[in-house]
């Protein structure tokens, strides 16, 4: 998939497709359009608006979203013929809603695979391979990520740090270690950071330790905010890669943050715990050393 796609953040999509983003991953979801919310066929809001209010309501099975589905084929067949770029976007959405709500990869597939034959000539059926493309290591990484449960050994690493010190958590055994994936432009890594430094200058001293992947591809502009951090001090590892960085594509990081935690005894507690979880299940751990 393109990098530029790779980058764009779910708050900045929201704002071009309203509520998409519940369909789709920040990095997929990007390749829909470039026009405003506002572009949008009104139909269409209105079907987008009332799967968003059942997700939020916990309505996400078949039997919920079948309406749903069947609204886009109404709006389909109302625009048959037609083989414009609104139009490939009402089938689109329905790909999402089956791959990343009902579940159903294969059927998201075959209805982006028509887009690329029924609709060569628009937006979407030009981009149809790198969707798809996108697809398949979206598919590939969640196989990845299966295998980082609860209770699982942590499949360890051993790189190099900032300094060009050794880090891994093997090495850190009998300590609860969090593996932080990050990056210095990521709004929602920004936000958790606080939170991150505080459970570290609280239960260090008591055993925990943090290893950051940073995604940056720019060490200079890292290693600026890493100073201007008080309390950042835990080892970082670099590439210079970004959405490329090697240890997220062995644990296959789609999103960030991305955190995986760690216990005494090298096995998966959680992954993606933040905020207030991410200090009960640090106190928790420490407590059971």
């Known amino acids: 998939?393109?990098?530029?796609?790779?980058?764009?953040?779910?708050?900045?999509?929201?704002?071009?497709?309203?509520v998409i983003a519940l369909l789709a991953p920040a990095r997929l979801a990007a390749q829909t359009t470039n026009h405003p919310a506002s572009s949008m066929d009104p139909a269409l809001q209105g079907i987008v608006k009332g799967i968003q209010t059942k997700l939020k309501a916990g309505q996400s099975g078949a039997a919920d979203l079948a309406p749903d589905l069947a609204a886009f084929?109404?709006?389909l067949a109302q625009h048959s013929g037609e083989k414009t770029d609104a139009v490939a976007?009402?089938?689109?959405?329905?790909?999402?809603?089956?791959?990343?709500v009902l579940d159903d990869p294969d059927k998201g597939r075959e209805l982006v695979q028509k887009i690329k034959t029924e609709y060569p000539d628009t937006r979407l059926g030009r981009n149809a391979d790198k969707i798809l493309a996108g697809l398949?290591?979206?598919?590939?990484?969640?196989?990845?990520?299966?295998?980082?449960?609860?209770?699982?050994?942590?499949?360890?690493?051993?790189?190099?740090?900032?300094?060009?010190?050794?880090?891994s958590v093997g090495a850190l055994k009998g300590r609860v270690v969090l593996v932080?994936?990050?990056?210095?432009?990521?709004?929602?890594?920004?936000?958790?950071?606080?939170?991150v430094i505080a459970t570290y200058k609280k239960h260090h001293g008591e055993g925990f330790e943090i290893i950051g992947v940073s995604l940056d591809s720019d060490r200079d502009k890292l290693e600026a905010f890493l100073k201007k951090q008080e309390g950042m001090t835990w080892p970082q590892y670099f590439d210079g890669e970004g959405w490329g960085n090697k240890l997220a594509g062995k644990y296959g990081?789609?999103?960030?943050?991305?955190t995986i935690l760690v216990g005494p005894d090298g096995k998966i507690i959680g992954t993606n715990l933040r905020g207030e979880a991410l200090g009960i299940a640090v106190e928790n751990a420490l407590a059971k050393k």
């Open 89 to 100: 976007q009402i089938l689109y959405m329905k790909a999402m809603l089956y791959i990343q």
């Open 136 to 167: 398949d290591k979206q598919a590939e990484a969640k196989k990845i990520q299966s295998v980082l449960a609860p209770g699982a050994i942590f499949p360890d690493f051993s790189e190099k740090d900032l300094s060009g010190n050794p880090i």
């Open 73 to 75: 084929d109404q709006l």
């Open 253 to 258: 990081v789609e999103s960030i943050p991305f």
């Open 180 to 195: 932080d994936f990050w990056a210095t432009w990521c709004g929602p890594c920004r936000a958790e950071l606080p939170n």
């Open 1 to 18: 998939m393109l990098r530029f796609i790779m980058q764009m953040t779910t708050n900045k999509f929201l704002g071009l497709l309203l």
